[in-house]
């Protein structure tokens, strides 16, 4: 995994700083989410990475960041299905 993409996805969760143990589970979470989003009806080719910017589409690093930041949050309030990430899901299906 790209450590650009990685970097991204943690400003916009808010970790600003991470042992190489987080940073393990933050990945793993971004691979999951990846891969919940592909069989939500997203292309593939929506999270090729390039070799300096990571993904390049911005709309699914935030619907990854949005996945993270929820399986991240404890709190029973946020464990309900964020309306935005289903708006994303929706908008980026079958395009």
Not at 37 to 60: P, S, T, V
Request: negative net charge; aromatic residues 4%.
């Amino acid at each position: 995994m790209n450590a650009k993409l990685t970097s991204k996805i943690k400003m916009r969760v808010g970790i600003v700083y991470s042992t190489p143990e987080q940073d393990e589970m933050i990945n793993s979470m971004i691979e999951a989410a990846q891969a919940a989003l592909i069989n939500a009806g997203w292309r593939r080719n929506d999270f090729e990475e390039d070799a300096q910017m990571g993904i390049k589409n911005e709309q699914a690093i935030e619907a990854i960041a949005k996945i993270v930041k929820r399986n991240l949050n404890t709190e029973a309030d946020h464990s309900a299905i964020d309306p935005m990430l289903i708006f994303d899901i929706g908008q980026n299906r079958g395009v």
